[in-house]
């Protein structure tokens, strides 16, 4: 149908349920005689009159009456389904779908997701943790959890987690035999446990000190594709991993992993929530960001104190 057919259809209903052309204008915000010429359009174009007019009365026609029939529902059910969807501008009911890799899940996004469906139950909820690439328009997800770097042009990136640090570890086993390394390009002399991703490429080893950056590809005696097989494989002898500092924690603290290049494994920016700029966020959504946020804030108190502990 003609966009402008269904422009007429709304003001004829109007004037209909109105009996008046110039209290019809008024509700609308309109001339009184733009209203009348569109009537008259629209009895022109389908051939015949809907409305009877007299100088004292306006009441629709037999044809009228039937289109109004078909017409005036439908007018009301998008009306209300327009307030709807209007009012979840301000309240958090409705779906969240949210997507992330399984490191992001596990210590960011799911206590922020678990505390906001907490306290708002009328949120229908769903979490899809895909190590991946996933395009969050075409799979109509409201929201995704990344490293900024690994974003697309046309999404807009929030930081909502604390600094992240990578950590080169290997067990004590491992070590005992072999001179640690003390520079990356050392790392040559290993044996390394290489890390493959979701798109198939093994992930590059990146070092910085003293604003000196360097990346370094290695050639790994063994190759997983999950962090917990990489922990495994650390946590068995099988030579230095590269991992996220939280992955590595718990084994480094209980001397079954020991850490080297700690010198050349800085702090860097942590992970952002994306979403199309052509987006535009619901409460729920809203709701969320404020939760991650704040489980950022929690860990990022957990690290400041963990570090004036261990001093």
Request: proline share 6%; aromatic share 6%.
């Amino acid at each position: 149908m003609d966009p402008r057919r269904f422009s007429d259809l709304v003001i004829f209903n109007r004037v209909a349920e109105q009996r008046s052309f110039t209290a019809a204008a008024r509700s609308l915000g309109v001339t009184q005689s733009a209203v009348s010429q569109t009537v008259k359009r629209l009895e022109r174009e389908m051939g015949i009159r809907l409305l009877s007019r007299s100088t004292r009365s306006l009441a629709p026609t037999a044809a009228g009456e039937r289109l109004l029939a078909t017409l005036s529902p439908v007018i009301a059910e998008l009306g209300a389904e327009m307030d709807a969807l209007e009012r979840l501008r301000e309240e958090p009911g409705g779906r969240l779908r949210v997507t992330c890799g399984k490191h992001a899940a596990e210590t960011l996004v799911w206590p922020a997701f678990a505390r906001l469906l907490a306290a708002h139950p009328e949120i229908e909820g769903e979490l899809s943790v895909e190590n991946g690439y996933v395009d969050i328009v075409a799979e109509r997800f409201d929201i995704g959890i990344r490293m900024r770097d690994d974003l697309e042009m046309d999404m807009v990136a929030v930081p909502v987690g604390p600094p992240l640090r990578a950590v080169v570890v290997a067990a004590p086993g491992y070590l005992d035999t072999r001179d640690r390394p003390r520079v990356p390009r050392e790392l040559s002399a290993h044996r390394c446990i290489g890390f493959r991703n979701a798109g198939g490429t093994l992930s590059p080893w990146s070092f910085e000190k003293d604003g000196q950056a360097e990346t370094v590809k290695v050639s790994p005696s063994v190759t997983v594709n999950d962090g917990d097989a990489l922990v495994g494989a650390a946590l068995a002898g099988m030579g230095l991993a590269y991992m996220l500092e939280d992955l590595a924690a718990p084994f480094l603290a209980d001397g079954r992993l020991v850490e080297v290049l700690s010198d050349w494994c800085p702090r860097f920016p942590g992970y952002h929530a994306f979403y199309s700029s052509r987006r535009q966020p619901t409460r729920a959504f809203t709701l969320f960001l404020e939760s991650l946020r704040q489980e950022a804030r929690e860990r990022a108190d957990d690290q400041a104190d963990g570090a004036q502990s261990g001093r």
